[in-house]
């Protein structure tokens, strides 16, 4: 699966969305197929691939290399960095 896919269906799946999902159904839900259409339906996808872009973004790729001292190409690490750091600027992950 191609590292793009797994990173959204992550945030679809995760607790975030199962929070703002069971939150306008009124009730718990855990059901995937109800996660995903939540995260289509109430504009998850469409902010996803805005934070996509700017976590792969040159700016961010920047950031992430001061921060690990080398060049980082790996999506993960920049979806990570971007994730726990912030849009854009410099901090330190928590290990």
Avoid at 20 to 41: I, K, M, T, W
Avoid at 65 to 87: A, E, F, N, T
Wanted: charged fraction near 20%; proline fraction near 5%; include cysteine.
């Amino acid at each position: 699966m191609h590292h793009r896919v797994r990173m959204q269906l992550a945030e679809a799946l995760g607790p975030v969305n199962r929070w703002y999902c069971s939150q306008s159904c009124g009730r718990e839900v855990a059901n995937p197929d109800e996660l995903l259409a939540y995260f289509v339906r109430s504009g998850g996808a469409k902010d996803f691939a805005a934070r996509y872009l700017a976590a792969m973004s040159a700016d961010n790729r920047w950031y992430c290399s001061q921060y690990y001292k080398h060049d980082v190409h790996d999506p993960q690490i920049l979806w990570d960095y971007y994730i726990s750091c912030g849009r854009p600027k410099p901090c330190t992950i928590a290990s």
